[in-house]
């Protein structure tokens, strides 16, 4: 959950979520384990997503970085980090 001055956002389960909620995400972990200044950690996983034409959200914590993906769009994301030398489980 993140809350700013004129919005709160929160990410959870689908089946947690709220009807009105924007659903049909698929969240990745990159599993780079880095300091929190770590320059390039976030970059080198959403730059093949977004380079493919697809949209990426990131949610990040104190150890690791989740980029959320439309689900519908899943091999096509995988397509492009498996392309750019990443690997996926």
């Avoid at 009807?19 to 049909?24: L, R």
């Avoid at 780079?32 to 959403?46: F, M, R, Y």
Wanted: charged share 20%; glycine share 6%.
């Amino acid at each position: 959950m993140t809350r700013a001055e004129d919005e709160v956002s929160i990410v959870c389960l689908a089946d947690r979520a709220p009807n009105a909620a924007d659903k049909g995400w698929t969240a990745l972990r990159v599993d780079t384990l880095a300091a929190l200044d770590e320059p390039g950690v976030v970059l080198a996983a959403v730059t093949p997503i977004s380079t493919a034409g697809l949209g990426v959200f990131v949610m990040s914590t104190h150890l690791r970085d989740y980029p959320l993906v439309r689900s519908a769009e899943m091999d096509a994301v995988r397509t492009a980090l498996t392309s750019a030398g990443h690997d996926l489980d």
